[in-house]
């Protein structure tokens, strides 16, 4: 009987210590895999972080590119202003000295009205 008991207890110790192990063995399982899911969480996040910094890097490009083109595009905008500006000052000039003209005939012929019309009704005058 003493065999027995003792028989007992120690089937019960291997099947407890069976037991312990599949737990050791499942808790190594479940830590392996949490770290390869670790591990794949990781990589995921680098390649996030790569394209992030890919793409901040390429629209500062675009961004430089475009303020480039718009500060290009301002400076032929300026040229042509001044170009329109000399253009517009010039034809001011040429009516405001045709316009001088104009008045100094006027005055002129204002002037010299009462000999014209002198002379047109000393004409008038013979021709009856």
Do not use: C, Y
Not at 103 to 127: D, R
């Amino acid at each position: 009987m003493s065999r027995r008991t003792n028989a007992a207890p120690s089937s019960e110790r291997v099947i407890f210590e069976q037991e312990e192990i599949q737990r050791v063995v499942s808790t190594m399982d479940l830590f392996s895999l949490l770290e390869e899911r670790r591990i794949e969480a990781q990589q995921q996040q680098d390649i996030l972080h790569k394209r992030i910094g890919a793409l901040r890097d390429e629209l500062q490009k675009e961004l430089g590119e475009s303020h480039k083109e718009i500060m290009k595009e301002i400076k032929e905008m300026k040229e042509e202003q001044r170009e329109h500006a000399k253009e517009m000052s010039t034809r001011v000039s040429q009516l405001e000295k045709w316009k001088w003209q104009a008045a100094g005939g006027f005055i002129v012929l204002a002037f010299l009205w009462p000999f014209i019309w002198e002379m047109v009704s000393g004409v008038s005058l013979t021709v009856q």
